[in-house]
């Protein structure tokens, strides 16, 4: 058997829970820059050339091991996943953990997170060459040498060409960030306070290829969602299929609730709001259409 060579940003057993009742294995997608939805599939959708690809030693790319990996984490939730809208279901711990690391895997392995982690370098590179520029004459030889320049020439050229590209991490960092970080973040989520949300009759959730949302209440405008999940007042949204969401926070009540239509679409609006480019929606709504015929239009 080949390997992947197109590895999924969303799981697809997960996708699979937005499908239109009508199409069962379609859904609608939306994405920036396209005024008209179009029909998309779970094997199909969310999916990036090489993505969990990881560079060997020898140069080769290995496009499996991170793959089986992932497929550790989402074999076990997809088997209990249909039962966490059963309102007389009482998860075990066990199975509770199982969950947040699917969470935590869907939050860390999203496109947006590897941007975030690339404007953060970014921004720390270009600030250390501001200081070299304020401070050169103030460096040693040795100094100027670890820095990799021995003249204000040397500095000046690396500002020049600094300002040309964009500082950025490689694709193995990237990946060994996102499984290094898995342990911690799922412990988190694990001991947040869940509360599932149903959404009423004619009503469903939405999601995207940012499904894992984070607002803080005192940064609401914030819409990269990089706030911490341990914030005290944070809140975490997390659509688990058309008529299910998951709401974690550190205060108040947890169990089922259902909610108006009206919260089902606030929700959606934060999902679509933190989508880095996509939309998946079980069926066409009226203000997603607008809402992206609009960006388009403004563009």
């Known amino acids: 058997m080949s390997e992947p060579t197109e590895h999924h940003i969303v799981s697809r057993f997960y996708l699979r829970g937005f499908c239109d009742q009508e199409l069962p294995h379609k859904f609608w997608v939306y994405r920036r820059g396209n005024p008209y939805p179009k029909h998309g599939s779970p094997k199909k959708t969310a999916r990036l050339l090489q993505y969990n690809a990881f560079e060997m030693e020898d140069g080769k790319l290995d496009s499996a091991t991170v793959e089986t990996l992932l497929n550790i984490i989402e074999t076990p939730a997809s088997q209990i996943w249909e039962r966490l809208h059963d309102r007389s279901y009482s998860i075990a711990d066990e199975e509770r953990m199982v969950v947040a690391e699917f969470i935590a895997l869907a939050a860390a392995r999203v496109p947006s997170v590897r941007e975030a982690l690339n404007d953060i370098l970014d921004k720390d590179i270009r600030a250390v060459m501001e200081w070299q520029a304020a401070h050169f004459d103030e460096l040693s030889e040795s100094e100027r040498l670890s820095y990799g320049m021995s003249t204000?020439?040397?500095?000046?050229?690396?500002?020049?060409?600094?300002?040309?590209?964009?500082?950025?991490?490689?694709?193995?960092?990237?990946?060994?960030?996102?499984?290094?970080?898995?342990?911690?973040?799922?412990?988190?989520?694990?001991?947040?306070?869940?509360?599932?949300?149903?959404?009423?009759?004619?009503?469903?959730?939405?999601?995207?290829?940012?499904?894992?949302?984070?607002?803080?209440?005192?940064?609401?405008?914030?819409?990269?969602?990089?706030?911490?999940?341990?914030?005290?007042?944070?809140?975490?949204?997390?659509?688990?299929?058309?008529k299910l969401m998951l709401l974690l926070m550190w205060e108040g009540s947890t169990g089922h609730m259902e909610i108006t239509e009206k919260l089902v679409n606030e929700f959606n609006q934060r999902t679509a709001a933190f989508a880095l480019h996509e939309v998946y929606s079980p069926r066409r709504i009226t203000w997603l259409d607008e809402y992206f015929a609009n960006q388009v239009a403004s563009s």
């Open 152 to 242: 204000r020439e040397d500095l000046d050229e690396v500002i020049s060409t600094g300002k040309q590209v964009r500082f950025s991490l490689d694709q193995n960092s990237h990946i060994d960030s996102m499984i290094h970080a898995l342990p911690e973040l799922a412990s988190v989520i694990f001991h947040m306070k869940w509360k599932f949300l149903h959404a009423p009759e004619g009503s469903v959730f939405v999601t995207s290829d940012n499904p894992v949302v984070r607002i803080n209440p005192n940064n609401p405008t914030d819409f990269k969602g990089q706030d911490g999940f341990e914030l005290p007042r944070i809140q975490v949204t997390f659509p688990i299929n058309a």
